[in-house]
């Protein structure tokens, strides 16, 4: 069986077989990608960022990892305290992932205002109480590539709010599932 072939913009390389910074973000704009915001720090001292790359490691033992520039203010931040907390957006909290991504201004903990928040444990950075699925974890291990981290996570708590839809993030924009469900 033959499939039919699929009609696309190409974007290629230059002649050398570079491929270029542009190039690079137009392929990884086509993956979707659900939504978060991770948290670190403690009171006044806090801050977090909006994240896409956020994703499972191991479920035994439950271990995660998080991408995180190393040039922003809450690797700073993750680096003091070595924990931090990671909120699964629902559809909805468009408002709150710009906030944490940096649009608007605001910085640290004024981007924590206008949410309900609480920690799983007495050490652990907040997550949000109506997000979809906040995990609570212990920095386990730090590999630093290029300007960026990857953080593996030690999950010591979770909660879960299952009702709701995710807000996702494709093409440069947030998008919600429609509610079809692909035949297999």
Not at 35 to 52: C, E, K, N, S, Y
Not at 125 to 142: F, K, M, R, S, Y
Request: net charge neutral; hydrophobic share 40%.
């Amino acid at each position: 069986m033959s499939e039919a072939p699929m009609s696309s913009s190409l974007h290629t390389a230059p002649e050398e077989n570079v491929v270029t910074d542009d190039v690079f973000r137009k392929a990884m704009r086509e993956l979707a990608g659900g939504v978060a915001v991770v948290t670190v720090g403690h009171g006044g001292d806090r801050t977090g960022f909006t994240a896409t790359s956020v994703s499972s490691l191991s479920a035994e033992p439950p271990r995660l990892l998080v991408s995180i520039n190393r040039a922003s203010s809450s690797w700073e931040t993750l680096e003091r305290y070595r924990n931090f907390g990671v909120s699964v957006l629902r559809v909805g909290h468009q408002g709150l992932a710009d906030r944490f991504a940096g649009l608007g201004g605001l910085r640290g903990s004024e981007r924590y205002r206008g949410a309900n928040w609480m920690k799983l444990s007495d050490d652990g950075a907040e997550i949000l109480q109506d997000a979809l699925a906040g995990i609570d974890c212990v920095v386990e291990e730090i590999l630093q590539l290029h300007g960026h981290a990857i953080v593996v996570g030690r999950v010591r708590g979770i909660r879960i709010q299952a009702e709701g839809q995710p807000l996702l993030y494709w093409q440069g924009a947030y998008r919600q599932i429609a509610q079809r469900e692909i035949s297999r």
